[in-house]
Nanobody, 125 residues
Framework: QVQLVESGGGLVQAGGSLRLSCAASERAFSFAAMGWFRQAPGKEREFVSAIRRNDGTTYYGDSVKGRFTISRDNAKNMVALQMNSLKPEDTAVYYC??????????????????WGQGTQVTVSS
């Protein structure tokens, strides 16, 4: 069973930056896409960003567009999320996700069949 391991969460002041990384336990396993979701207490899991493996097409949630950047390293089976201009409302547990299914776009949790354990991001005001 392929596992996803996140790193890079933490506490940061509003306006600051953090970089999240996610690595798959098996480098040779090819995902169709990888991405990030987040979940704040009492809220539903929210789409943050995703990137397709074959052509690098990226997708962003409206609330993070222009502030977050997703990137991938196919050789290492890794995905990263650079988060700039962080706001208190970005506070959540961030989950790495990956899918073996090809699709036109990737925004729904149901499209992803591999999940990490989550890493906490806290933005103080």
């Amino acid at each position: 069973q392929v596992q996803l391991v996140e790193s890079g969460g933490g506490l940061v002041q509003a306006g600051g930056s953090l970089r999240l990384s996610c690595a798959a336990s098996e480098r040779a396993f090819s995902f169709a896409a990888m991405g990030w979701f987040r979940q704040a207490p009492g809220k539903e899991r929210e789409f943050v960003s995703a990137i397709r493996r074959n052509d690098g097409t990226t997708y962003y949630g409206d609330s993070v567009k222009g502030r977050f950047t997703i990137s991938r390293d196919n050789a290492k089976n890794m995905v990263a999320l650079q988060m700039n201009s962080l706001k208190p409302e970005d506070t959540a547990v961030y989950y790495c996700a990956a899918t073996s299914y090809y699709s036109r776009s990737y925004r729904e949790p149901s499209q992803f069949n591999y999940w990490g354990q989550g890493t906490q991001v806290t933005v103080s005001s």
